[in-house]
């Protein structure tokens, strides 16, 4: 058994905006499950306040003269501990973990996330008298990429491990903010917090920790060149000996859909004839015309490049000519929002588009599409595409990162040998998801093989066991080197 303090800005049910909520409140309870003595550290959002009800203060400190406390209260429907940085002029106001309520990203995210990162290296240390020592503090993502730097410069330290779940989000901030935060000046070189003049949070992860992750395998490898690398690419190369891959599991409570209850009607593989009608029930709730035999895509997604809006975008009148309806829940990029809704408006029968931020939603899409787009131009693991598969939705897919690690293109031998699961585009470009969506609708009108599809979909191991145990080897590993 590992102690874990395990630090996440994000944590489902509690505070999401994207998949490192679900991971962060999944991980942690397949962690606590397989016996890991885990703690989760998340900032107190107001929303996260709203939805705790048993709390206790645990401790009570302050940084750069703003006041502190931890809080300790669970995970809703697990047994993981969380601790709380509760440091309201930091965290509780109005607007999202890391934006404000018109999107802007916050002025002081260098402080906020610097308060963060302090609180986490003071338990890790038991500065705090919290009475539990970490062996192991596993962080996740820019916001807590000082925590491995700060922990370096001590001796008795515990192990840490960083993981990369996206290189494009990397907390650069001016050389003025390092000095304004007081960080130390050992930090500040080009082999750790320095990036060509600017103040890298991220790289405090990448140069530091012992261990690097990222959440495939195939990302782990792009990443350590120029084109995926953003500028870190030599750096990581340095420490490929350092950098693995684990893929991302799914929360099978949450995304089940014969549990589902967001669902008009729950479905397995026995009983696939169901899920068509989810298919009508979303088509009437949309005021889509109602047709269970038109094949319906679905996508869920931030609205930025990554997701592949841009061939997307290209794409949409030859595929609105198709016989398809589209359905797009998603925000982002004010400018993808307005196209995409432009667009809905000129084809009410084809394409529905609902912009904001909808969990309820987004399980009924699930359910109801029979292919699901996610066509990233770069993507760490992706969580959609293995709840479609999980749906039986069928993932229309470019070949990258962990859509590459879950997904298996339908061709002839494929289809044969049942290992088929979804369609792979041949490049990152409109034509080839043109062609590829328009392979995937021929197969449609073949029931009895699109079915098999969907049961070999539906019959893929993406729990959370098997990840789970990858870490926890690499923790055990981790710790028998220091
Ligand atoms: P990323 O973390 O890059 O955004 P992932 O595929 O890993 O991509 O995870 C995205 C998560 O956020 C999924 O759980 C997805 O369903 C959810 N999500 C994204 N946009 C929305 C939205 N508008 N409404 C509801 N859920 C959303
Ligand atoms: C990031 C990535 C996504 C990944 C998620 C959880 O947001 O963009 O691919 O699934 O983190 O690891």
């Avoid at 002029?89 to 302090?118: M, V």
């Avoid at 084109?227 to 929360?251: F, P, T, V, W």
Wanted: with cysteine.
């Amino acid at each position: 058994m590992s102690k874990i303090l395990y630090i996440s800005s994000e944590a489902f049910p509690l505070i999401k905006t994207g998949g490192l909520a679900d991971v962060a409140g999944s991980l942690p309870v397949a962690l606590l499950k397989n016996s890991q003595d885990i703690r989760l550290l998340l900032p107190a959002y107001p929303e996260v306040l709203k939805q705790i009800s048993k709390s206790k203060k645990r401790a009570v400190t302050s940084y750069y003269n703003l006041p502190l406390e931890i809080i300790e209260t669970r995970l809703p429907g697990s047994n993981v501990i969380v601790w709380l940085v509760d440091c309201p002029a930091a965290f509780n106001r109005p607007g999202g973990p890391y934006s404000d309520p018109q999107g802007e990203p916050w002025q002081d995210n260098a402080l906020r996330f610097a308060i963060f990162c302090h609180a986490a290296v003071d338990i890790a240390l038991g500065k705090l008298q919290l009475d539990w020592l970490p062996d192991i503090v596993h962080c996740n993502d820019w916001q807590t990429g000082l925590v491995p730097a700060l922990l370096n410069l001590q001796s008795n330290r515990p192990a840490t491990v960083f993981t990369i779940h996206n290189l494009a989000y990397q907390g650069l901030f001016d050389q003025q903010t390092f000095v304004d935060l007081e960080l130390p000046d050992e930090l500040w070189h080009m082999d750790g917090l320095e990036f060509y003049g600017q103040l890298s949070f991220i790289k405090g992860g990448l140069a530091y920790a012992d261990e690097i992750t990222t959440v495939s395998p195939t990302y782990a490898h792009e990443i350590l060149e120029p084109e995926y690398g953003y500028g870190l690419n030599d750096l990581l190369k340095n420490r490929s000996q350092h950098l693995s891959g684990i893929l991302n599991g799914i929360d099978e409570k949450h995304w089940n859909p014969g549990t589902d209850q967001h669902l008009i009607q729950k479905y397995n593989r026995r009983s696939l004839d169901n899920k068509s009608i989810n298919k009508t029930a979303l088509q009437q709730e949309l005021s889509l015309p109602r047709d269970s035999s038109i094949p319906m895509v679905g996508m869920i997604s931030r609205l930025v490049e990554q997701k592949g809006l841009e061939i997307i975008l290209q794409s949409m009148e030859t595929l609105l000519g198709l016989p398809v309806q589209l359905v797009i829940l998603g925000t982002g990029e004010q400018h993808y929002e307005t196209q995409l809704s432009k667009l809905a408006q000129l084809h009410p029968d084809r394409l529905k588009v609902v912009i904001g931020y909808d969990e309820s939603l987004s399980h009924r899409i699930e359910a109801a599409s029979d292919m699901y787009l996610m066509p990233s131009t770069f993507e760490p693991c992706g969580l959609n595409q293995l709840y479609s598969l999980r749906y039986g939705t069928l993932p229309i897919v470019t070949n990258v990162g962990g859509l590459a690690d879950t997904v298996t293109d339908a061709n002839e031998i494929s289809i044969k040998n049942e290992s088929a699961n979804g369609f792979i585009l041949k490049e990152n470009s409109a034509e080839a998801l043109l062609t590829t969506i328009k392979r995937a609708l021929a197969l449609y009108q073949t029931p009895e093989v699109w079915r098999q599809l969907q049961i070999t979909a539906m019959s893929g191991d993406f729990s959370w066991q098997t990840s789970a145990e990858h870490y926890i080897a690499l923790y055990q590993r981790i710790l028998k080197q220091a």
